[in-house]
């Protein structure tokens, strides 16, 4: 059956380093791969898509890697602050549309 | 500014109660999804629906059931409410040419059934 697994349920980093989260993936071959920023009591932000020719995608201080090979995306946030803190979710396509997310990860970025 | 918005915040239902819960998005958008949202089970898809009238079971259908009557509006019914669908709700919707295929959602609902 598809699974997406995202590296831990929480991550913690000192502030100005750079924040990885990884999105692992099985039985699925996704035309593209979304993450999402959710922060508490609040429904999710749409904030990089990435398609399954490219390798790399870059929005301001987020990075996004897609390695099919891998079955891996590494979502990347440099020069981290306080205020992206939040929980962070992959989403890979599933066919017209739609997606199925992952279960996310909690990140603390610590001043 | 694009916007989806759910018709409670908190609702609290009693076992065997009809609920329904509405989302109403002001885009024009022609997707919309509703979903559950668990501790450690993520966002899990109930139904979708990519046109007025057309509706697409999920993962997770059992239970529920929607209505969309019109391009802006998706409705989500629980018909006999149960303690396991004590849940967060999440509506979305989505341009289906937008090309980034981005879901814009609403701020939840958190249904609580006694």
């Known amino acids: 059956s598809q699974k997406i697994e995202q590296n831990s349920e929480a991550l913690n980093i000192q502030e100005g380093k750079t924040a990885t989260l990884t999105c692992n993936y099985t039985?699925?071959?996704?035309?593209?791969l979304q993450w999402y920023r959710q922060d508490p009591g609040r429904g999710p932000v749409f904030l990089l898509l990435?398609?399954?020719?490219?390798k790399e995608k870059r929005k301001e201080r987020l990075k996004v890697t897609f390695d099919t090979t891998l079955k891996q995306s590494l979502f990347h946030i440099t020069a981290s602050q306080p205020a992206d803190s939040a929980t962070y979710l992959c989403?890979?396509?599933?066919?017209?549309?739609?997606?199925?997310f992952g279960t996310g990860t909690k990140l603390q970025v610590i001043p | 500014d694009v916007k989806v918005t759910q018709s409670s915040r908190y609702l609290v239902k009693r076992t065997g109660e009809k609920v329904f819960l509405e989302c109403v998005q002001d885009?024009?958008?022609?997707?919309m999804f509703w979903y559950r949202q668990d501790p450690g089970l993520g966002l899990r898809l109930i139904y979708f629906?990519?046109?007025?009238?057309?509706?697409e079971k999920g993962d997770i259908p059992e239970g529920y059931s929607v209505s969309r009557e019109k391009k802006e509006r998706f409705s989500l019914i629980l018909e006999s409410a149960s303690t396991n669908q004590t849940s967060m709700y999440l509506c979305?919707?989505?341009?289906?040419?937008?090309?980034?295929?981005?879901?814009?959602f609403g701020p939840g609902t958190r249904l609580t059934v006694t």
């Open positions: 979305a919707s989505s341009h289906q040419t937008s090309g980034s295929y981005e879901q814009y």
């Open positions: 989403a890979l396509e599933r066919g017209y549309q739609k997606v199925t």
């Open positions: 629906s990519y046109d007025v009238k057309m509706k």
């Open positions: 990435i398609r399954e020719n490219e």
């Open positions: 039985n699925y071959s996704p035309a593209y």
């Open positions: 885009m024009d958008h022609e997707n």
